[in-house]
């Protein structure tokens, strides 16, 4: 991509999307099911 063309939403989006490793995926699942914010209080 040319250094003077303009990226679109997507481009943009596309580039800051990290891979979801095992560990974070495992810790929304399990946030999903037990939400530790709710237990804290």
Do not use: I
């Not at 250094?3 to 699942?29: I, P, W």
């Amino acid at each position: 991509m040319e250094q003077n063309q303009q990226l679109s939403f997507a481009d943009v989006e596309y580039a800051h999307k990290g891979k979801v490793t095992r560990r974070q995926k495992f810790l929304a699942q399990f946030e999903a099911l037990l939400p530790w914010r709710a237990c804290g209080q």
